[in-house]
């Protein structure tokens, strides 16, 4: 457990609404990540930061942005919500101590109808 | 790009059974390998990694060797039990540690008592 939540865990809304999730963390960890899931995709990554207002996009990013205000919060917001963005997402941050590895949060199930 | 190639599944085996789950992957340089486990309703969980050829990670019975002239991680435990159902991901980061990973596609692996 790397002090990671997620908020809403799950959440149910319709085409076109905006919607934000939050990812928090409590370990100050410099690197954070959103990822989502999908059945035959795996997991992909949809923007990551690597310090307060320093972000990036992954392989996934159109209709997505991100926001990272403060170290122990990241953002991830669906401006327009499709129901191509039903998925399950995933934050992680990376632990860069002697194991360098990547540790997730519980992950949140979006539906958007 | 980089890329990773796993054996897709869903596979259902018998308590104590040998498992081999595939994984191969491309990539420039010499990138670090891992394995995550992902247990019913839960996020990803690092299950063991390995950062040069040659190398073998080890975990919960589980072991994967890093081969660099097969571009393979296959991972493998002699004798699985019940509690070892779980989706299983390869993923690879080409960047040193683990800063951004690509995942493979997830295998589901089912053990009946």
């Known amino acids: 457990d790397a002090g990671i939540t997620q908020s809403p865990r799950h959440k149910v809304t319709e085409t076109g609404t905006p919607v934000t999730l939050r990812c928090h963390q409590t370990?100050?960890?410099?690197?954070m990540y959103w990822y989502r899931q999908d059945p035959g995709h795996g997991l992909r990554l949809i923007h990551y930061?690597?310090?307060?207002?320093?972000?990036d996009k992954g392989e996934v990013s159109d209709g997505y942005s991100v926001s990272r205000s403060k170290t122990e919060d990241f953002l991830l917001t669906l401006e327009s919500a499709t129901s191509s963005q039903t998925s399950v997402y995933f934050c992680?941050?990376?632990?860069?101590?002697?194991?360098?590895?990547?540790?997730f949060g519980p992950g949140t199930r979006l539906t958007v109808l | 790009g980089n890329s990773v190639t796993q054996m897709e599944g869903p596979v259902t085996l018998s308590e104590e059974a040998f498992l081999t789950i595939n994984c191969t992957y491309t990539a420039t340089g010499y990138p670090s390998l891992f394995w995550y486990v992902q247990y019913p309703g839960e996020g990803l969980q690092l299950l063991l990694k390995?950062?040069?050829?040659?190398d073998k990670g080890s975990n919960k019975g589980f072991e994967a060797t890093y081969r660099k002239e097969t571009t393979s991680f296959h991972l493998e435990k002699g004798s699985v039990q019940v509690s070892d159902s779980a989706v299983y991901f390869c993923?690879?980061?080409?960047?040193?540690?683990?800063?951004?990973?690509?995942f493979g596609k997830g295998m589901k692996l089912t053990v009946n008592p």
């Open positions: 930061s690597y310090g307060v207002k320093d972000t």
């Open positions: 390995a950062t040069k050829a040659d």
């Open positions: 992680a941050i990376r632990d860069r101590g002697p194991t360098d590895t990547q540790y």
């Open positions: 370990e100050n960890h410099r690197y």
């Open positions: 993923a690879l980061s080409d960047q040193g540690g683990s800063e951004k990973l690509v």
